[in-house]
């Protein structure tokens, strides 16, 4: 055993000098280790610190794209908000534009039909109204446009031309009107001469009614009848047409063809349109027994059933001996044409058209004439006034008109 010992003691003996040299290995390595380390440390806190910088750059970064996130989000919110507003609003520019050019179409086909009923030769219109309509078509506005304010040109010359019928030669001149019976004369108005056909009666002889086609209300599909023929059934001497009212024959009358708005009282006192009349601006002309009056709305009429008639219209053109129609830019009213009316001066009582006049022309012709109180009627197409046979017309067939019937 003792012998093992020495001899395992004799292996595991190391020489001094190679110990202290292994020794000096081992802390040279612990040494540079420790250099090693330090400067791994050295190498990471920078490391650290750069990364701390490079995060800071990084969060500024954030930030400031933050910044200009919510900005662009602003902008696209208010884009999203804005954008749709302002195309809509030009969108619907161009839709109105549009819609007017159809109207304008519309308008236009309705008058070369009113010119139809008149006896005018339109063939020429037709032709460039298709073309008008074959721009809209292919959507080319801008030249659709032009053609339309071109047709617009030829339908007031030849508008012109029937006003100017019958001509004025041999016309006498004189601005006081008939006690009785028909004429037709010129009237001297600040802005020229005009031919006036009328028929007078006195009130204390003439009972003055309005006669319908419909007995009852109507919208859609209403009875018209030609002012002769409402003569005739009547056995009265004169007549003229009477309201408003929408022919059968325009585009823009489908679903209340003939149908007229305004309030009217029959000579057998049928109310008509009185439910959407209460409380209407419209003037009226009042026909009673020996006494006819003038009201600027049908409201002052106050529905009194002992008068022989009532019929609303509009504008009133003169009031207590005074113009009380102000010119509008309604091109209707502006164009000129044959305009039909009901006036009185004193107890004389007048119907009757004013020839190639616009509406104010025409209130100029009532107080050239003396005329005290005087209603525009329906125009165009329409017009017509009898006095044993046409001397305006015949018209298109109508649902009202003014008549006048020897007592």
Request: hydrophobic share 35%; proline share 3%; charged share 25%.
């Amino acid at each position: 055993m003792t012998e093992i010992k020495k001899q395992n003691a004799k292996r595991l003996h190391i020489p001094k000098k190679v110990f202290i040299f292994l020794a000096a290995l081992f802390t040279s390595f612990l040494f540079v280790l420790a250099i090693l380390l330090q400067s791994k440390v050295i190498s990471l806190k920078k490391h650290l610190n750069l990364a701390s910088v490079e995060n800071d750059k990084i969060r500024q970064s954030l930030l400031s794209l933050n910044k200009n996130y919510e900005k662009i989000k602003e902008e696209y919110d208010r884009l999203k908000n804005e954008d749709p507003r302002i195309k809509n609003e030009e969108l619907e520019r161009k839709i109105n534009s549009i819609e007017q050019l159809y109207k304008s179409a519309v308008n236009l086909y309705e008058d070369i039909i009113s010119l139809d009923d008149r006896g005018a030769k339109t063939d020429d219109l037709k032709k460039f109204f298709a073309k008008s309509l074959s721009l809209l078509a292919e959507q080319n506005y801008n030249e659709a446009k032009d053609s339309l304010e071109q047709l617009t040109d030829k339908i007031k010359l030849e508008e012109a031309k029937l006003a100017k019928t019958p001509t004025s030669q041999n016309v006498p001149v004189s601005n006081s009107p008939p006690q009785s019976g028909y004429t037709r004369q010129q009237v001297t108005t600040e802005q020229g001469n005009f031919t006036v056909s009328m028929v007078a009666t006195d009130i204390a002889s003439t009972r003055v009614i309005v006669d319908t086609a419909s007995t009852t209300d109507c919208f859609d599909n209403c009875p018209v009848m030609s002012l002769s023929s409402y003569v005739s059934r009547n056995n009265a001497f004169a007549g003229v047409n009477g309201s408003y009212f929408c022919p059968a024959s325009y585009p823009s009358c489908v679903g209340k063809a003939n149908s007229f708005d305004l309030l009217v009282m029959n000579k057998d006192k049928k109310y008509f349109n009185s439910s959407n009349n209460v409380y209407s601006s419209n003037p009226a002309v009042i026909f009673g027994n020996g006494y006819i009056r003038f009201v600027s709305a049908a409201s002052q009429w106050g529905r009194d059933t002992s008068i022989d008639s009532m019929l609303s219209n509009y504008p009133l053109l003169t009031l207590s001996g005074n113009i009380v129609y102000t010119q509008d830019d309604d091109p209707k009213k502006i164009s000129k044409g044959n305009r039909s009316f009901v006036s009185n001066k004193g107890n004389i009582v007048y119907i009757g058209v004013v020839h190639n006049a616009s509406v104010y022309q025409s209130a100029l012709v009532m107080k050239a004439l003396g005329m005290e109180n005087a209603l525009n009627l329906d125009d165009g197409g329409s017009t017509a006034l009898w006095f044993g046979g046409y001397k305006v017309g015949p018209g298109r067939d109508i649902p009202n008109a003014i008549l006048f019937i020897r007592k």
